[in-house]
């Protein structure tokens, strides 16, 4: 389902960026195309890149006592932005973005009194304290619009900064608890240990919250004509999660930086 | 890209760096209890009361209890004789203690009763000790109780127990006479699968059930048996049974498809310590022999099928080579284990979904 989506909307994506291009050719003889758009002040680019970051919480809580492993996982992304130069100089602009993007991250935690549900196929739950190892897998497709301040430091250097704005269209947040024991219901409750190949396994990808937002700041380098190598830092401020979801005791942002390449028209 | 890299690195020891001092810990809970002359123990996490079964007069009882990490126990109010680990119960059989986590926030109030209780020989699950969120039944009177144990604490932790009647044990308001008990072979669902226990047999023992091992060591998670100090000749009652049809068991470790049947036993047993009990493994299905210290033994050849109430007789017989010290036996030597179960091999999580045994009115007859 999640690959089906995302292949439509690249296919989406890919016809408007050739219909712009396409556009923008036949406008290049009535208009004298990218000099119009550059007389008006308008560069086109698009990226493609990589998410490397986490999920987490900010500052990590107290539950958290050690990160014992962590890998990035494969996650992509493609953008298509426009950027308006406010100034005849070119030095200050506003850019606007389309970003289809995918977050990830696999990482294994030792943790106490880690406040966690475990659910069952009949919607029967059982919850509790954990103290013990707790592996987690994040993977979310967002849909995301930047709104950055640009401002060119050099003829090379472009520096940028603003807000965005996602909508996660896919997202799974799951994972397993190991060697430990699970108090329950709480504090005040049993003990149940787990030893060995004893794990259980939690899915919060339910309560995941669809609009997520937050602060990128970053810069872009010519390194030749077109082509642009860019790093941008993604700072989610909302909790990842609904608000009224509780089993997590704390909130967790996407931390993520996204670097990769582009093509500026 | 030498910036890029760098900035990983940042972001990395940025993280690591996250981790705040540990905060001390807020489970308060007793996990655990023995002590000096201690025969039996029952440790009730959702009424916070703990049993504890004696033999002897004395009123000056060892408790070492088994605590969280860093939590601390004191008794509600002190008793002249008090000197801890040894507590009075000369002046009340019930004793509050109050156990507080090491954050100092959270607190649990235990009350923990000193029986001097010999085992009653009828039973006729009448009485509950707990009608939800599962039925506890338990023999006994005013003096004091011992709970019918079995395996719902450990079934609660799937979740599939959305009423009292969805656990593997209940008791029913139909018996032979008054009502009974009907222990039901049940799907544990997805959290079943996940920590490889698939089903989980109605079981009802004489015992206690330990839910810490529920999960890591299910087998030592029953301790069958309490102290008996009189020579058992029979075990009789009456019972119900119909098989959830055919599932795989284990014939001296070979794998056999059969169809389903449930089990009705009493065991004698030598314990070497007070607290020795037998426990989920005493009947090994792997080809190894029947747990050493049984010395008596009655149990049912086969649960007929059956929808009429069906009684049975059962003689209590000596395994082969053994026999019962009457000097030790007098001085609580042995304990007796009575265990009804709808799946012969449940303990091994074998068994048939919907294999029901249904048990009323048993007595064990004494010399």
């Known amino acids: 389902m999640r690959t089906q989506r995302i292949i439509t909307i690249l296919l989406a994506l890919a016809c408007c960026t050739g219909f712009a291009r396409a556009q923008h050719e036949s406008a290049w003889s009535k208009y004298k195309g990218l000099l119009w758009s550059a007389l008006h002040g308008l560069d086109y680019e698009f990226r493609a890149g990589v998410n490397i970051g986490g ?15 962590y890998n990035p996982g494969l996650a992509l992304s493609i953008e298509g932005n426009v950027t308006k130069w406010l100034d005849k100089r070119q030095k200050w602009g506003v850019a606007l973005g389309l970003r289809l993007e995918t977050k990830s991250m696999d990482t294994k935690a ?16 059982t919850a509790g304290l954990w103290t013990g190892g707790v592996k987690t897998k994040v993977k979310s497709s967002f849909l995301t619009v930047p709104v950055l301040a640009k401002y060119r430091v050099s003829n090379r250097w ?4 603003g807000p965005y704005f996602s909508y996660m269209m896919d997202g799974d947040f799951s994972g397993q608890v190991y060697e430990g024991h699970l108090r329950t219901p709480d504090a005040t409750g049993s003990v149940v240990n787990f030893t060995g190949d004893n794990v259980a396994t939690y899915d919060f990808s339910d309560d995941l919250r669809k609009f997520q937002w937050g602060v990128q700041a970053g810069g872009s380098w010519n390194a030749y004509k077109h082509l642009t190598v860019h790093a941008d830092l993604q700072w989610g401020l909302n909790d990842i999660f609904k608000k009224d979801f509780n089993t997590i005791t704390f909130s ?14 | 890209m ?4 760098l900035s990983l690195l940042l972001s990395a020891i940025l993280f690591a760096s996250c981790i705040q001092d540990e905060a001390p810990n807020v489970e308060a809970a007793i996990d655990g209890c023995n002590g000096n002359g201690i025969y039996s123990l029952t440790i009730d996490n959702l009424a916070k009361t703990i049993e504890v079964y004696v033999l002897d007069d004395d009123k000056q009882q060892e408790l070492l209890f088994t605590l969280p990490e860093g ?7 002190s ?26 926030l959270t607190t649990c109030t235990y009350r923990v009763r000193l029986n001097k209780l010999i085992l009653p020989t009828r039973y006729g699950f009448e009485t509950l000790k707990q009608p ?18 079995s395996g719902n604490p450990g079934f609660q932790l799937t979740g599939m127990g959305f009423t009292p009647e969805d656990y593997p044990t209940v008791q029913i308001m139909e018996g032979k006479q008054g009502r009974g008990m009907r222990l039901q072979t049940r799907d544990t669902g997805s959290f079943g699968q996940m920590v490889d226990m698939p089903i989980a047999a109605g079981n009802l023992f004489i015992g206690s059930f330990d839910l810490a091992n529920a999960v890591g060591a299910p087998l030592e998670s029953t301790h069958f048996g309490f102290p008996f100090t009189r020579m058992p000749v029979r075990m009789t009652g009456w019972y119900k049974y119909r098989s959830g049809g055919e599932t795989e068991m284990l014939d001296a470790g070979k794998p056999v498809v059969r169809d389903d049947t449930g089990d009705i036993y009493a065991v004698l047993y030598e314990a070497p310590t007070t607290d020795y009990s037998l426990d989920g493994d005493l009947f090994p299905i792997d080809g190894r022999p029947i747990n050493e210290h049984i010395v008596l033994m009655a149990r049912i050849p086969k649960t007929e099928e059956t929808d009429q109430w069906t009684r049975f007789d059962l003689t209590f017989e000596a395994v082969e080579g053994k026999t019962v010290d009457r000097q030790a036996l007098a001085e609580g030597g042995y304990k007796l284990a009575i265990v009804f179960s709808s799946s012969i091999q449940g303990a091994y999580f074998r068994g048939a979904i919907g294999s029901t045994l249904w048990i009323d009115e048993v007595e064990i007859e004494c010399e």
């Open chain 2, 132 to 149: 939800a969120p599962y039925h506890i039944a338990y023999v006994g009177g005013e003096a004091g109780i011992i709970e019918w144990a």
């Open chain 1, 252 to 265: 967790m942002y996407n931390i993520y930086l996204n670097i990769g390449f582009g093509y500026e028209f």
């Open chain 1, 110 to 125: 030792t943790v106490k009194n880690y406040g966690m549900e475990i659910l069952n196929d009949a919607g029967g739950r």
């Open chain 2, 2 to 5: 030498k910036r890029f890299s």
């Open chain 1, 55 to 69: 999920t987490s919480p900010l500052p990590l809580p107290e539950e958290i006592r050690s990160i014992d492993g």
């Open chain 2, 71 to 77: 939590a601390t126990i004191q008794a509600a109010t």
């Open chain 2, 79 to 104: 008793a002249p004789g008090d000197n801890p680990p040894v507590y009075d119960f000369s002046g009340e059989d019930i004793r509050s203690f109050v156990v507080t986590a090491e954050d100092g």
């Open chain 1, 158 to 161: 472009q520096v940028s900064a």
